[in-house]
């Protein structure tokens, strides 16, 4: 089956130096450096493999590596880390050409000092603590943003930070150069869903290309018998379905429409490129039915999706589809749909028309075909399941006219309080952080879109990291927002972004 393509996979792992401590010193520092990207790497913690880099001394070797950096599609960031003192002047010319990201690890080769035999060559030797504070005041004076990681290499929880980077690093390179098509427009007034492409493509490296439904339903009409039978085959194999959706089945026709619509997406993805789509029930020219089970199997391949246009949402989903890649837990398209507004627990109930991805299902799903109440298209085939309880997020990027901002809610999903054997639609049943009114208010206040990217992979830290790459704006509400100090933080975010984004750049 048809997968959107991988971003590369490398990080590199850069140590800067300087030749003022001697061969032997360097040829230490050099040991070490490799010691630790093979301990790193070992570690069965990290995404990607860090690949050790020559140790950084000059200048131009500086500028050299990042211009190579910027040019080898195979590296999507650097980890930068000083383990001696490397004069920072020597990284301007290489920084101010750097287009990767990077992160900066604040480490030392040992955890502890040899209390009973240090001496200076030691002390020269291991010198991060001020070394890398010459780094960071550079980094600080370019004014790039950046995420930084303190404390021992061979710390879990130090690994695990530099984990989440690498994950939004590689979710960032997926939006590099990716291509998302548009099957018609954004449902018609609608504000949230639209905004300014080129904006987006600037910032994040993206494009966003419409085609005609019509091309699409040619791609489906050109799908053959034979593939749809085998496709159903898979269908029944993968879910639990009623003998009548089955081959042979009175209703089986409504499920071969949908294997059909599928086959056709990808063969246009594919054809075209597309690491995601946006389509929009308002506009199914040519189609017979919305796509449902065709989306949510999509989804489960790793395309990015928005419903109604909301091409936004379908960049970040697959950005954040390659951020938790491997990890436990799926990320899937979201909308708020429904409260439940019991004072002791209020609860909300995420849904939408059809397109839910599987990934996040806690059973097995269930195919099933009922009518649709919008469109005017015949009864579409969708997986309906109920997804797994546990911590999980909904993130939303809006475009705030001078900026994006992603606002970022941290949710507990829950069992349904009851059976829900009337609702014919894939749900999500979440309790938001820190309560249901501070999270409700907060995400209005913010300006929150009712289209999400709902994770329970993907971590608040990642996308952070992920909006420090992309230089946007970070809105999180977790277990410690406080109401008042969040609409304060928007007031004063207000005036930072203006000034440094003023100018739409
Ligand atoms: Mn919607």
Aim: proline fraction near 5%; hydrophobic fraction near 45%.
């Amino acid at each position: 089956m048809s997968k959107p393509v991988l971003p590369p996979t490398e990080i590199w792992f850069v140590v800067g130096s300087q030749h003022l401590y001697g061969k032997e010193a360097l040829a230490q520092v050099a040991e070490n450096a490799r010691a630790m990207v093979a301990g790193l790497n070992a570690s069965g913690r990290l995404p990607a493999p860090l690949v050790a880099k020559p140790l950084m001394t000059t200048s131009d070797d500086i500028r050299a590596l990042c211009l190579q950096a910027n040019g080898d599609a195979r590296c999507a960031g650097l980890v930068l880390w000083m383990h001696t003192f490397s004069p920072a002047k020597m990284w301007i010319g290489g920084l101010s050409q750097l287009r990767k990201p990077f992160v900066h690890l604040h480490t030392q080769f040992n955890r502890d000092l040899p209390w009973g035999t240090i001496d200076m060559d030691f002390m020269n030797l291991n010198q991060a603590a001020h070394g890398d504070r010459e780094a960071g005041f550079m980094h600080t004076r370019m004014r790039i943003e950046r995420k930084v990681v303190v404390g021992h290499w061979q710390d879990p929880a130090v690994v695990d930070h530099l984990a989440a980077w690498m994950r939004a690093a590689r979710g960032w390179a997926a939006l590099q150069g990716a291509k998302f098509v548009r099957f018609a427009d954004n449902m018609r007034n609608v504000a949230v869903t639209d905004g300014d492409k080129v904006a987006a493509e600037m910032r994040f490296g993206y494009s966003v290309l419409a085609h005609g439904v019509g091309e699409l339903a040619a791609a489906v009409a050109a799908i053959g018998d034979a593939e749809v039978d085998r496709l159903c085959g898979a269908y029944e194999a993968d879910y639990s379905m009623s003998a009548d959706l089955r081959r042979g089945g009175a209703r089986h026709r409504f499920v071969r429409e949908q294997a059909r619509l599928e086959l056709g997406m990808r063969a246009f993805l594919t054809a075209g490129g597309f690491s995601g789509f946006t389509d929009n029930f308002e506009d199914l020219t040519g189609l017979a039915q919305l796509p449902g089970l065709a989306t949510q199997r999509l989804m489960a391949d790793g395309y990015g999706f928005g419903a109604e246009g909301d091409w936004k949402t379908c960049a970040l989903l697959r950005a954040m589809k390659v951020m938790g890649e491997g990890l436990p837990g799926g990320t899937s398209f979201m909308e708020d749909y429904t409260y439940h507004l019991d004072p002791v627990r209020p609860l909300v109930l995420g849904a939408h028309m059809l397109e839910v991805c599987p990934s996040i299902a806690a059973g097995r799903p269930s195919l099933e075909v009922h009518p649709l109440g919008i469109g005017g298209k015949d009864d579409p085939a969708r997986l309906v399941f109920t997804a797994a309880t546990g911590p999980a997020l909904n993130a939303s990027m809006m475009d705030m006219g001078n900026r994006f901002r992603l606002l970022v809610n941290e949710v507990d999903v829950v069992d349904p309080p009851a059976a829900l054997p009337q609702l014919p639609v894939a749900r999500a049943v979440w309790s938001p952080k820190p309560d249901f009114a501070t999270a409700c208010a907060g995400w209005i206040h913010a300006g929150g879109a009712h289209h999400t990217a709902f994770s329970q992979a993907v971590t608040t830290e990642q996308l952070r990291d992920f909006a420090t790459i992309a230089g946007i704006e970070l809105v999180t509400l977790d277990a410690g927002t406080r109401l008042e100090q969040l609409r304060q933080d928007l007031r004063m975010g207000e005036v930072y972004w203006a000034l440094s984004h003023g100018f739409g750049r």
